[in-house]
């Protein structure tokens, strides 16, 4: 696999720059001075420290840099409790819901979730719980917990349900 790196018209493959401790993880590190070293025109850097040492002449001769934005990956747990109670709230909506067609688009929606989450049981503490864990990424959620919230109050108190 080497060879075929090496035999690459495209790829040039250069000794490792003399490691230097700039203040940053090894991999912004080896990437300003690699940069530094083969005269990079550009250098594509996400970490504000490394911009910062870039900016100050360590490499500032020899490239320009250029602001990105970081990018973090949040992995998606079906498990994880605010799609639990989305599942059993619209269970829930599902026997409650009068009107056939919005019945049977709830039903879809659920069959959707349900092959990848198990519900939960319904109650108060439960929807208290889901309510603190809601931050930034999850505030698409706050809608579905309010319905769900009050779907559950409903059927456990069914002299509050309005007139049919």
């Known amino acids: 696999m080497l060879a075929t790196i090496q035999a690459a018209d495209w790829i040039d493959v250069v000794e490792d720059p003399i490691v230097q401790d700039l203040g940053l993880d090894p991999g912004e590190t080896a990437a300003i001075l690699l940069a530094e070293k083969v005269g990079a025109e550009a250098l594509l850097i996400d970490e504000r420290r490394g ?8 490499a500032a001769s020899s490239a320009e840099v250029c602001a990105t934005l970081p990018c ?6 079906s498990q994880h409790l605010l799609n639990q109670l ?4 619209l ?10 067609a919005l019945k049977g688009s709830i039903h879809r929606l659920t069959r959707v979730l349900a092959d ?15 309510r603190r864990q809601i931050n ?28 049919r």
């Open 86 to 89: 989305l599942l059993s709230g």
């Open 136 to 163: 930034r990424l999850t505030r698409t959620y706050e809608p579905a917990l309010r319905s769900s919230s009050s779907s559950t109050a409903a059927a456990r108190c069914p002299s509050a349900t309005p007139p």
């Open 91 to 100: 269970q829930l909506g599902t026997t409650l819901a009068r009107d056939h």
């Open 116 to 130: 990848t989450t198990r519900p939960v049981p319904l109650h108060a503490g439960l929807f208290e719980t889901a």
């Open 51 to 58: 911009r910062v040492v870039v900016a100050r002449g360590i």
């Open 72 to 77: 973090r990956h949040h992995p998606r747990s």
